[in-house]
C-alpha cells in the first residue's frame, strides 16, 4: 500500500477547508461526499483541526438587520507611540468588555498593512452607538491613536464566503 505524500494530505486537508468555509453546518457525511472521502477521514481532519487551533470555531452568518443592527467597519491607524502599550490593551480584551456594555458586537478585528494598522468590524444598533463605541476607542486607546475612520456597511454581498441570499436586492441601494 503506497504512503500518502504530504503534498496529498495538504490537498485533502485543503477540500475539506473549503468545504467548512462554504457551510460550517453541512453534515459530516455531506462534506465527505463533496470531497470524495470516507465520513472517518472527514471527521479526524476536522478534529485535527479543531485540536491545532485551524479551525477557531464555527460561525452563523446573520442577517443583522432582522435584530435591528447595522454592521460598521472602524479603521485605526496608530499613534508613534510604543506598539507594546496597543498591544497590551488588545491582549487584555478590555475594548470587549466595554463594547458589551453599549450592545456592540465585535464580529472581527485584525492588525492589517496599509494606510490603516486596525480593522475593526462590529455590529450595532445606529450610527450614534457607532460613534459612542468608537468614543469608547479612543479613550481606551488615549494618545495611542493617530487616525480613526468609521464606515457603515450599506449592503453585504458576501460575509465570511457566504453569498448573500438576497443579492438582488443589491440594485435597490446602487
Known amino acids: 500500500m503506497p504512503k500518502v505524500s504530504a503534498r496529498q494530505i495538504d490537498a485533502d486537508e485543503k477540500k475539506v477547508l473549503i468545504e467548512l468555509q ?47 443592527q447595522k454592521n460598521y467597519i472602524l479603521l485605526i491607524k496608530k499613534s508613534n507611540a510604543p506598539a507594546s502599550k496597543i498591544l497590551d490593551i488588545i491582549i ?12 456592540v458586537f465585535i464580529v472581527s478585528s485584525s492588525y492589517i498593512h496599509g494606510s490603516f494598522d486596525w480593522q475593526i468590524s462590529f455590529n450595532a444598533e445606529d ?4 460613534k459612542k463605541f468608537c468614543e469608547t476607542v479612543n479613550r481606551l486607546y488615549q494618545g495611542l491613536i493617530g487616525e480613526i475612520v468609521l464606515l457603515e456597511e450599506i ?9 448573500n441570499p438576497n443579492i438582488k436586492n443589491l440594485r435597490d441601494f446602487v
Not at 450610527?127 to 457607532?130: D, E, L
Open 22 to 68: 462554504k457551510n460550517s453546518n453541512e453534515s459530516i457525511d455531506v462534506l465527505a461526499k463533496r470531497c470524495g472521502f470516507s465520513r472517518q477521514k472527514v471527521w479526524k481532519m476536522m478534529k485535527k483541526f479543531e485540536n491545532d487551533k485551524t479551525i477557531w470555531g464555527y460561525h452563523a452568518v446573520v442577517e443583522t438587520e432582522r435584530f435591528h
Open 92 to 103: 487584555s480584551r478590555e475594548l470587549e468588555k466595554n463594547a458589551e456594555n453599549l450592545n
Open 127 to 130: 450610527i450614534r452607538t457607532a
Open 155 to 163: 449592503f453585504p454581498v458576501k460575509t465570511c464566503g457566504i453569498q
